[in-house]
């Protein structure tokens, strides 16, 4: 979701995005290999609960760049709303602690 609302950010809202090009930029974000069947359940999971959109990219209509039938992704209002929450969430600074001496 994070990764949508950045091209959203640099791109304008309702800018869908190829499910390839995400998984692309997720795995390279992470530690481990992400098996491509747990992708697309947790994209599927996010549409489900409202946060994500699916729709085909019919005729390359969406999108010349992806595949035929590679679906395209956007964030519904809801998933946007969320993802600023997280993303400015992420940005705040973090605050410095320091430990009290006992003298």
């Not at 998933?79 to 940005?91: D, V």
Request: proline letters at 2%.
């Amino acid at each position: 979701m994070l990764m949508i609302h950045y091209i959203e950010l640099n791109q304008g809202l309702h800018t869908p995005v190829h499910t390839s090009y995400l998984r692309k930029q997720v795995s390279q974000s992470l530690c481990k290999e992400l098996a491509s069947n747990n992708f697309l359940v947790g994209l599927r999971t996010l549409a489900d609960n409202g946060y994500l959109v699916y729709q085909a990219n019919e005729d390359k209509l969406l999108n010349a760049s992806a595949r035929e039938n590679e679906n395209m992704w956007q964030l519904t209002s809801k998933g946007r709303m969320y993802a600023k929450e997280l993303h400015s969430a992420r940005m705040r600074p973090k605050r410095a602690y320091t430990k009290k001496s006992n003298k």
